[in-house]
Structures are given as structure tokens and as C-alpha cells.
């Protein structure tokens, strides 16, 4: 019978098969190698691969400046500071190096290692190609100075490095058994470019209809983005400046030039043989922007022992024998005492109000009712939505019982409006100050989102519909007992049971995601629970947990993608 390597690791030394490319990672914190969710959801799923001994190499690239270091000021301004750290401290440098033409230009990128250890000891190898190499000029070394900086001719020179830069890498690594490359979301796309090129060149003279097939029988295409403005678009002359015209020319009789720009997602989709959406919902939303492509979805999820607080990761050892290695165990916490859920949380809830406390000088009660509010800031994330009606607001505070909002995200450096909403938050905070509770938490990061995830009383989120792909914050919420108030978009349509595993803002309609509808479920339904049924929602926590929690987890999605898009 074959291995599945799935299940058992019998061979470490086993070449990798597929190749991940991502922009970005999240692996630790002391890695500033990623800006929010897609680098998060990288570094979970790169985690469950190792988990499973799915054989699996990643590439991204290295950001010396990192995203950037957040800092508010006492009006709710945001400014940007470089984060300062070490790549020596954190990775293991290779001796070797591998060549990208950039503007005209040879630009030598090094490659720095970062090793996974899964469950079994199975490893997955993470490389970063780093620009910044003696020899090159000062331009070229600055391509992988900052995630997501920069203009667009910065930007594509950042994803030809990734694309093209990161086949070489692995063909100079000697990975010559990779039969799947993976593209999470079109940042690396231009890699089925080379893989084009290098395909012309073993077959000589063969046309381009077969060297395209076999391109598209190695590729795969993940997108998280349901937002046009999110999908990267070059114009051709840019392209050309990039790239040069010899690739700029074969992209044209690809199709991929067609209106004068080049379009990252339009490449990778078109140049794989299975594309997916990040969850049903989001499913249906990218088949309206690609009716001629075939599109699947796999439902994100999150890596159970990364995202379980200590207390709940004791519960569970002491109830759920099994877990680490198996999140849909999960289930069966159906039967643990609600007494001992409860209890769990008050210890993940104490450690975060403590946090907080030290960060913000915040004086915060852990009796009263704490929502959750924490992801990239930007207008269609609606962060401000709880804030539209301040005297309503106060209304409910005054009926049912206190209330504390902690809040952390941060704002693309050019993201005006979204700048604003922090000043907003800002705003709302002094005028509600002694009747509501509301704390921003600045430079929202890892070890931020994993307290703020485990000890909320409720996650909130409600952004405009249908521009949720999938989200991942509720889902490490509820794997910690935190239930979701959330409009009906990503996940939450997959996850949601009304008053069991958490709440819905509005229906499932386009639009339908008011402010009122918000205040609504919180006076009709979040704060009588809380306040007045504490047995009743230690059972929302306790579902939240075994139906949601032991689903949304990323050892199921590493499944779902082996066996539905790599064929393992």
C-alpha cells in the first residue's frame, strides 16, 4: 500500500512535492515577516503541514523593515516606524544565491532558512530570498526592504523576485520532484511565467498551447480576495520597464496583457489547473468575478495548539486526549463540565485584561461584559460600526450591565480612511470614557491577537458584505470559547448556529449589516445572556468550541487541499 503522507512520516528525507509561495508568513513574532491574515493563515497552514508530514517547501521573501512598527498617539493618530530585528537571530543563512533580471539589471538574492517541526518531527522548510546582498546597488537591495511598501514598480519587483526568484531558488536547492506549485493569492504568480520558460526550453520548438498545459497541470491558485482594489494590477509600460520586453512579450501572447495592464490574479488563475475561494460564502463571490474558471473552496481554519490559551490547552489535555494531534476531537468538548470551561476562560480573560493594563495603563473590570474588536483597519472592515450611535450605546450600557471594547488593528501607512477610524476609535473612546469602556491597543501582533482571541467574552466583526472572504479571528476565538457576534459573510455563514455557537448582525442579504441591527442583538440578545444566564452562555462557549473549534482548524484544510488540489 502507498504511504499517505498524511498520516505517518517513515522517510525524513523525502523531496518536496509541492511548493508554497506566499507573500507573507507569520510564523513568530520575532519574524515581522507579515502584515495580518494571509501571513497568519501561511504560517498556521505551514504549521499543519509539518503536523502531517505533508511534503512541502514554502518561499516568501525577507523584509528587513518588517510591515511596520505601530504607535498611536494620544489623539488616535497613527505613525509607522521600521521594525528593528535580526535576521541572523531568527534564521539560518545559505550559501547560495540566485540571479532575477530586474529593470534591466542582474539582482542577486541570498536565501535565509526557517525550519518547522511538526507533531511526528516531520520538518517543512521555509526559505526567504533577501535582496539586500553586498554587490548589488543600492535600488536592487532595496526591493525586500519593507512588506507592502513602496510604489507599484517597487511592488512588482518584489513579486518578480518572489515568482521567478523563488523557482530559481528551488531549482538551485536541487527540489526536482515538486509536481505542485501553489500560489497563495497573486503576489508569486509570474512564477508559472518561468515555469513556462524553463517548459519552452526542454521541449525546443513545441508550441504553445502543450507548453501551457504542462504549466497548468503543476500550478494552483488560492485567493483570498473578494475586493477588486485588492488584486494587483501593473500597466504594460511598467511591466515592460520591470520585466523586460522578452517577458513582456511572451505575457502579450499569453493573453495576460489584454487592456494594457497585467493582472496578477487573472495570471495565476489562468495558469492553473485547480483554483479556490476561502470559503463558500467567498466561493460564490469569485465565480461572479471568473464565470469562465471552475472554482472550488476550501474553508480556512487556524492551527489548534498555535491559537488554544494555556488554560483552555490544559482543559483540553485534561478532557480531549488526542487533540494536539487531531483538532476534530474537538467535538467531544460537548462534555466537558461547563463549570471547568468557565473557569478556563476567566483565566484567559485575566491574563489579557493584565496585559492590556500594562500596555495601555488601562483600568478594566473583569466582571463586565469585554468585546472583542481586533483586525486590519480599513473602511470595509467597518470597525467603527459600534461606535454610530453613542447615546444608544450608552442606553444599553445603562439597562444590562457594563461594558469594555479593547481594539487593535492597523492601518496600511497610505490607508487615509482607514487612519481616520483609529482617530475615530479615539474619538468614541474620550466621549463614552466613564459610561463605556473602550481601549485601543497599539501594534497589534501575535502575541496581542492570541490574548485578545482567548480572552474576549464575545468577537465582534461586521464588515461590509460580501468583502469577507473567510476571516480566521472568530475561528481562534471560538476554538478558545469566545463566541462570534458577526455579520453573515466568510465563515460566520459556515460556523454560525444562532444562540448556540454565537450571533448574527443582520441576515444574510448584501447589506443587511446596519449598526442598529448591531445594537440590536446585543440588547435583545449578547447582554441578557451575559448578565443575566451565565450557565446559558458557558454552553454558547462550550458549543462555540466543539462545533466550530473542532472544524475550522488547519489540519482539516491541509486535508481538504492534499487531497482535493494536490492530488497526495
Known sequence: MAEDPLTEVSRPERCAQVAYFTMEVALVDALPTYSGGLGVLAGDYLRSAADLGLPLVAVTLLYRQG?????IDEHGRQSEQPVRWSPEAALQPLEL???????GRSVRARAWRYEIVGATGWRVRVYFLDSDVEGNEAGARSITDQLYGGDGRHRLSQEALLGIGGVELLRALGEEEISTFHMNEGHSALLALRLAEIEQDKRGDA?????????????VFTTHTPVAAGHDRFPADLVAAVLGEGRTTALRQLGFLEGGQLDMTDLGVGCSRFVNAVSRRHREVT????????VRSITNGVHSVRWASESVGRLFDDYLEGWRRDSSLLRYAATIPLEDVAGAHRESKSRLLDEVARRTDADLDPAALTIGL???VTPYKQTTLLFSDLDRLRALVNVAGPLQVLCAGKAHPRDWLGKEMIEQLSEAARALAGE?????????DLELAALLCAGSDVWLNNPAKPNEASGTSGMKAALNGVPSLSVLDGWWIEGWIEGVTGWAVGGADEGDDSAGALYDKLELAVLPTFYGD??????????????NGSFFATDRMVREYARAAYLL
Open 67 to 71: 510591515y511596520f512598527r505601530q504607535e
Open 97 to 103: 544565491a540566485v540571479g532575477v533580471e530586474i529593470e
Open 207 to 219: 508550441a504553445l498551447a502543450a507548453v501551457m498545459a504542462e504549466v497548468r497541470r503543476r500550478c
Open 287 to 294: 465565480r461572479r468575478m471568473f464565470p469562465q474558471v471552475g
Open 374 to 376: 481586533a483586525r486590519r
Open 436 to 444: 463605556v469602556t473602550v481601549v485601543f491597543v497599539e501594534n497589534y
Open 534 to 547: 451565565a450557565a446559558r452562555f458557558a454552553e454558547i462557549r462550550r458549543s462555540a468550541i466543539a462545533l
